[in-house]
């Protein structure tokens, strides 16, 4: 058959492994999955009764512009209800930007070493994709600014980063968009928004009033526990959001999750609650990095990047026989490094203790090796 050029060479994407394939495979009755940043406490208890409520009412389609979601978010963030367009997960957005923005012919900068479904979107659209390396986890804004030129079209920063958990500070965003021309879109995908600290992360929401081709994206998947129900959105000019309706799918979310992550919205006592958690137990990863001298970035979010100073594949593959699931780096082309999304203090104990037996055994190996020589 034939199909588009852009698609040579591409694979279809792995989310990675499944508890349901792990428990099959090793036998196992019980799996923890810690592998794609979600929300180890689950989500508001206010979601189910939400959903149970509206179960003998699926007949009818959708409201396909959300607007008692939208009417929610806008207050919620302070912004007009046509700065918001809702998707399938911000994997959807992401998606649609591509769709909307992108081209054979234009470009498209990001760091080469942050989420893999932006470039992967750019490519499938025929655009080129500009990859700047990273300076210690975290983008090189000064180096993303000399790439731009006048065919580039998109600019990501993600922030907090996946994988690495570092961030892009509030002035070098400002400098980023100072530096650029007013019709390159600037995307700003902030999935773990909920977890952040920092003093100096950027107050992108204010920010939009000053500059039209900012776009923030977020996403119900992550801190507020609902992946399932597939709702991210975006914030944005309302002409972004009128371009971006034109690529959209008349129905693209779920009644039922637009009914859930309305509950869960309501709910920010559970959002705080995880974020203490979140933090407390990220403190726990860092000791245990300080007592092996291991490296890792200091996150802003629910997961670690850490480096195992060993290839991870197998440290990884040791800890999915005992039922954990985490991201090893070779995914991200960082053999040595390992992903941890931050579980409960039960989950992470354990991770930490089979970790810890696993670095002392191979340094153990490594020291016989060396006295046999
Ligand atoms: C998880 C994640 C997303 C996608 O989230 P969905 O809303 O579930 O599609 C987007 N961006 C980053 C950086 C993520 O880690």
């Known amino acids: 058959m034939k199909y588009r050029q852009q698609l040579k060479g591409l694979q ?17 009755q019980q799996v923890i999955k810690l592998a794609s940043n979600e929300n180890p406490y689950g989500c508001s208890g206010k979601v189910s009764q939400a959903i149970s409520h509206e179960l003998l009412n699926l007949s ?54 942050t989420f893999l479904q932006y470039k992967r979107n750019a490519i499938i659209e025929g655009a080129h994709v500009r990859e700047i390396p990273h300076l210690n986890g975290r983008h090189d804004i000064q180096k993303m600014i000399d790439a731009i030129d006048d065919k580039t079209n998109i600019v990501w920063v993600c922030n907090p980063n996946n994988p690495t958990g570092e961030y892009v500070r509030q002035d070098e965003l400002i400098n980023l968009l100072e530096s650029i021309d007013k019709s390159i879109l600037v995307v700003c995908d902030e999935a773990y928004f909920e977890y952040v600290d920092a003093d100096d992360f950027p107050d992108t929401i204010s920010l939009l009033s000053d500059y039209p081709n900012l776009i923030v994206t977020r996403t119900f998947s992550k801190g507020y526990g609902l992946a399932a129900l597939r709702i ?69 979010a629910n997961f670690i990047f850490i480096d195992m100073n060993m290839e991870s594949n197998k440290v990884a593959q040791h800890l999915l026989s005992k039922g954990f699931i985490i991201r090893p780096g070779s995914t991200f ?10 579980g409960t203090p039960k989950q992470n104990d354990s991770i930490i203790a089979l970790l810890s037996h696993f670095v002392k055994v191979e340094a153990n190996s490594q020291n016989s090796h060396m006295l046999s020589q």
């Open 12 to 28: 279809p994407y792995h989310p990675g492994k499944s508890a349901d394939d792990v428990k099959q495979a090793y036998g196992l």
């Open 60 to 113: 009818n389609y959708p409201d396909s512009s959300a607007s008692e979601l939208r009417k929610r978010v806008a207050e919620h963030l302070g912004v007009f209800q046509d700065q918001l367009i809702f998707g399938k997960g911000t994997d959807e957005i992401i998606h649609l930007l591509c769709r909307a923005y992108l081209e054979p012919g234009v470009n498209t900068v990001m760091s080469d070493f």
């Open 232 to 300: 991210g959105y975006a914030v944005c000019d309302p002409e972004v959001v009128s371009t971006l309706n034109i690529v959209r799918e008349t129905f693209n979310t779920s009644h039922l999750s637009q009914i859930g992550v309305m509950a869960a919205l309501d709910d920010q006592s559970f959002i705080k609650e995880c974020h203490l958690k979140n933090r407390q137990e990220l403190e726990q990863y860092y000791r245990f990095c300080w007592r092996f001298g291991l490296s890792y970035y200091p996150s802003q």
């Open 333 to 342: 082309g960082k053999p040595t490094g390992l992903r941890i999304t931050i």
